[in-house]
């Protein structure tokens, strides 16, 4: 399934961070980029040498991430 067909994703208003693999074997990593800017406020982070799960493969740059957007630290 091919997220970025999606059309509801232009009407979704929330800021939306996607966390994406540069080592993904599934999705490219260049769905990210797709992903993110067919979300009005989506911003995209390529984690290098992560795979599928960068929660997983790497947990510590995963929460700094997502504590930094949740707690608006990365604007």
Known sequence: MDLTRDKRLTTCDV???????????????SG??????????????????????VQWEAPELFNRL??????GAAR
Do not use: M, S
């Open 15 to 29: 800021p939306t961070l996607v966390i994406w693999g540069t080592a993904e074997k599934v999705n490219r990593p």
């Open 32 to 53: 990210a980029w797709q992903l993110a800017t067919r979300l009005p406020r989506g911003d995209a982070y390529l984690a290098a040498g992560v795979g599928h799960w």
């Open 66 to 71: 997502a504590i930094d957007f949740l707690t």
